[in-house]
C-alpha cells in the first residue's frame, strides 16, 4: 500500500475526488482519502504503480506539493539535514563575500557547483581563498545580519525530536554558521567545515578533509547503524548537487527549492509549502507539531 500526500494552502476535497481519478486513469487502484489538516494537507491511499502515481499527481492542481511513499514506515526516526539554502535562506560564503566585496564573483562559483557542474572541494578552497584577509569580525556580522531560518526548519526539527528522532545538521558550510544555527534549531549534532583564522582574520583555507557529498552520506549511514535503523527510516533534506548522495540513500530524500539536477533526481520535492510540511509527509498533524 502507497500514500499520495497532496500539500497546498486551500486544498479542497473536490481536488482531492480529481487527484483519485488521476491515479484511477494509470491503474494505480487508488481507496480512500482523508485530512491530515483540512485545507492544507491529505493522504490519497493506493494499491500500486508509486512512480506512475507521482507522475500523475506532480504539477496537477497549482501550488501543490505531492508526496509519494509506502505507507509502512512514513514515520522517519533519522533526519539529515543541509543548511545553506535549506535549513536557513542564503548561502553563507556568498553573503561572506559581500563582506569582501566579492559576492558576484563567489556567487556565480558556488552557483555552479550546486547545480553539478565543479567538483564542491575545489570550488570550496577556491572560494575560501578569495576571502583571505578578511576580518574575523565579519563572521559575526554576516550571521546576525545575513543568516535567517527558513520558513518550517525549526518546528520540523524539534518536532521530529520530541517523537524521538535523531537529528543532524550537515554542511559544506562552516562550523561558524553552523553551530550557532544548529543550535537555533535544535539540531542535536553540527558537522561542518572550519575555517582557518590566525590573527584575527580569515588565511584563505579550510581544514581538511571537506565536508562534501561523501561526508553527508557517510554520515546517515553512520548515523543509521547507530541507532539500528533501517534506511526506510530515515529522511534526508537539501538542495544542491552535494546532497544527491544523501538524499539518495534516505528512505524520504527530500529535494528543497532545489537546483534542476537534484529536484530531477529526488524522489521528493517540496517547491512551495515550507520545511515543516516533511511532518505532514510522516502523518504528523499540526496538532502535535511543536514551535
Known sequence: MFIATLIAEGLTAGQLGEAADRLAGVDCAPGAWHWIDEGRAADLLFMSHPQAARAALEGAFPATDVIVQPQAGRAKMLLVADMDSTMITVECIDELADYAGIKAQVAEVTERAMRGELDFAAALDARVALLEGLEEG????????????????????????????????????????????????????????????????????????????????TTLLGALAERGLAPEASLAVGDGANDLAMIRRAGLGVAYRAKPIVAAAAGVRLDHAPLDALLWAQGVPMRDWVR
Not at 139 to 166: F, N, Q, W, Y
Open 138 to 217: 565579519a563572521i559575526d556580522r554576516c550571521l546576525d545580519e545575513r543568516v535567517r531560518l527558513s520558513p518550517g526548519a525549526s518546528t520540523l526539527v524539534k518536532t521530529m525530536r520530541a517523537h524521538g528522532a535523531m537529528t543532524i545538521l550537515v554542511s559544506g558550510g562552516f562550523t561558524r554558521f553552523a553551530e550557532p544555527v544548529g543550535e537555533r534549531l535544535g539540531f542535536e549534532r553540527v558537522i561542518a567545515n572550519v575555517l582557518e583564522i590566525a590573527g584575527g582574520v580569515l588565511t584563505g583555507t579550510v581544514t581538511k578533509p571537506i565536508v562534501d557529498s561523501t561526508t553527508k552520506e
